[in-house]
């Protein structure tokens, strides 16, 4: 008996890669794989329905999985709509580390096993982290946009300009998940003394590599401050006026988790008045970031639109993670990445 997969892609993941993955871990499973392509990123994702962070539409969705039975994807929705029109799909692997395009309280009552890919671009995050607090640390940001202007800035060697070094500096880290371990041990080798603040982080983990601290310890030791939580209640808005004030004058401060963590119009404020001296963000509160915003303005501001969980290699893991627990779903194996009940 023949399967039939969607495998529903984007420029960044594209079908022929899902497709090429689901294969290799289908073995010798015959399949028939039907292949969507959606527009992201050049067409921005956003909420579709009850859902967020979804490219392409319900009706298109509902067309494509007639008569499928898995779908693998990285931004297609998976709505209460969607679901109610699709009877025979019974797993649905999106290729990310938060499943918020999938309703899972609707899956779990239809029926549908939703799975997703943890960790699939936190090599890449933390690489894009350290080059971010590198260059907000080195004042990169304002040098390069002035040098490609035509002006040399000779005055960035006066003391007051001059950016931070890595090796003796203390660097706090708010999270210590697959990202912010991997950022801690590459500061930790530059010889940066790395605390940590993260309520669930086990103690033996941070042996011989960092320290931990309470929040606003970690604020008032750091000179460097890089976000690495997952949005919660208690983690919105967690870094504001109150915080910044609490880091030493002349700080530097990095988010490449989410926007919603911090608040820039303190983080403007902050870098207009000199208590902050850099910052380096790939994520704000409202994307694509709108023409009259302060961050395109303020001074010693590192920024890059929401890529620093873009790499090719990011894209092969991704389609290799969600593929795997295919070919368990097709062995009557139990799923390694399954969200839902």
């Known amino acids: 008996m023949t399967t039939t997969v969607l495998a529903a892609g984007n420029h960044f993941i594209r079908p022929g890669l899902f497709t090429a993955a689901v294969r290799k871990a289908a073995g010798d499973t015959p399949l028939e794989i039907r292949e969507i392509q959606f527009g992201w990123p050049h067409t921005p994702f956003g909420p579709v329905a009850e859902v967020t962070e979804a490219s392409g539409t319900e009706d298109q969705m509902i067309q494509a999985l007639q008569g499928v039975e898995i779908c693998v994807t990285e931004h297609g929705p998976l709505t209460e709509r969607i679901l109610a029109n699709c009877p025979d799909l019974k797993l649905f692997c999106t290729s990310r580390g938060g499943p918020v395009n999938a309703n899972l309280e609707a899956a779990t009552r239809h029926g549908v096993a939703v799975c997703n890919a943890p960790g699939r671009n936190a090599t890449a995050t933390a690489e894009h982290t350290l080059t971010l607090l590198l260059a907000a640390a080195r004042g990169v940001g304002d040098t390069h946009t002035d040098l490609r202007r035509g002006i040399w ?73 890089s976000l690495h939580a997952r949005v919660t209640p208690e983690t919105t808005g967690m870094i504001g006026p109150a915080q910044l004030a609490a880091m030493p004058r002349g700080s530097v401060l990095i988010n490449c988790a989410r926007g919603a963590l911090l608040d820039y119009d303190a983080v403007c404020d902050a870098l207009e008045t000199g208590q902050l001296a850099g910052a380096g963000f790939d994520v704000f509160p409202e994307e694509p970031v709108p023409a009259d915003s302060r961050l395109l303005t303020a001074p010693g501001v590192v920024l890059t639109p929401h890529i620093a969980g873009g790499s090719q290699q990011v894209a092969h893991k991704a389609a290799a993670i969600v593929a795997a627990d295919v070919g368990r779903y097709l062995r009557g194996e139990p799923l390694h990445h399954q969200v839902n009940a």
């Open 153 to 225: 800035r000779g005055d960035y060697y006066d003391y007051e300009n001059c950016g931070i070094e890595i090796d003796g500096t203390t660097i706090g880290l708010i999270g210590f998940g697959a990202i912010g371990s991997r950022v801690a041990k590459v500061l930790h080798a530059m010889g940066a003394h790395v605390l940590v603040h993260d309520p669930y982080v086990r103690p033996e983990a941070l042996a011989g590599l960092a320290e931990q601290v309470p929040l606003d310890e970690l604020l008032t030791r750091s000179r460097i401050v």
